[in-house]
């Protein structure tokens, strides 16, 4: 790779090339070949998370965790079931796979997968709204996916999303070691996720779908950041609306103001620079 991409600039470089676009095909080659450096060196990025430290590779995640009933509860918890062959199409993908050692938990992870919180880095702390928007779609559709089978995440948070923004995707990747069945008393919960918590779910330290609809809300105002009012109005209500006790009908109430706020569903493509991107992934938090 170093050899061709060494030929190619000395080819399109702008004092050698008479070409009138050889400058610009000189940028795209070097930009291009910074992507690839990333893609395939096998560097990883170590952060902290509530349990303990979390090491992050170009195709997995490792939680290191020092309560082990943590780990053996996220096992037991991603044991997903599908109604239909549909179903297990579609969320098959973007669910995790789990391995569980004494100690660590490891997690598969797509390459195309980033950090939701280096996209929101990389927006200077602030995603364009029409981003936002199908994120919280992503999510809200995963919550739906939950009640069906009636447990709850309690740990949707934007350090546990990763995102494919080429292809719209979320991966929720983190925090299934608070994952509980419906209505059965909680191990534990982020601090993050605490703060939107319902008042009665806190008093009676028991797992509800709602804590779950709270925190994607709340990651879609974390996203919006300091242009939250330059959002359409109908996303800014929603997201500032209190959550009912079924994720269906908040699925339902959110279709109904993407409507109000933008007609007819388009896809908006996320302009983002790949190889600065990785640049700030890969930094170590």
């Not at 795209?28 to 690839?36: G, S």
């Not at 096992?75 to 660590?104: C, H, W």
Request: net charge positive.
């Amino acid at each position: 790779m170093r050899r061709v991409y060494t030929h190619l600039m000395k080819q399109w470089h702008p004092d050698i090339c008479r070409h009138p676009k050889a400058s610009v095909v000189f940028a795209k080659v070097n930009e291009l070949y910074k992507t690839a450096r990333h893609l395939t060196s096998p560097t990883q990025v170590i952060s902290r998370h509530e349990l303990g430290w979390r090491h992050i590779y170009d195709d997995k995640i490792i939680y290191a965790i020092e309560k082990n009933r943590y780990g053996e509860n996220a096992v037991r918890m991603t044991r997903f079931k599908y109604k239909s062959n549909r179903m297990k199409d579609l969320m098959q993908p973007i669910l995790p796979a789990l391995q569980y050692r004494p100690g660590e938990i490891e997690v598969a992870k797509p390459r195309e997968a980033y950090q939701l919180r280096s996209v929101l880095d990389y927006f200077d702390g602030s995603m364009p709204h029409t981003a936002v928007t199908w994120v919280i779609s992503r999510l809200i559709n995963l919550v739906c996916y939950f009640e069906v089978y009636k447990f709850v995440h309690n740990g949707i948070e934007i350090d546990s999303c990763f995102v494919d923004y080429k292809m719209h995707r979320i991966y929720l990747l983190g925090g299934w070691f608070y994952a509980r069945p419906e209505r059965e008393k909680l191990i534990g919960v982020p601090q993050s996720v605490y703060d939107v918590m319902p008042v009665q779910l806190k008093s009676l330290r028991v797992a509800g779908i709602e804590t779950d609809i709270e925190s994607v809300k709340q990651i879609g105002r974390l996203l919006l950041g300091k242009q939250f009012d330059a959002a359409p109005t109908a996303v800014k209500e929603w997201l500032n609306m209190g959550a009912c006790d079924m994720a269906v009908t908040e699925f339902d109430r959110w279709g109904q103001a993407i409507i109000k706020a933008y007609g007819k569903r388009k896809w908006t493509p996320l302009d983002i620079e790949e190889h600065k991107l990785i640049e700030l992934e890969r930094r170590c938090l």
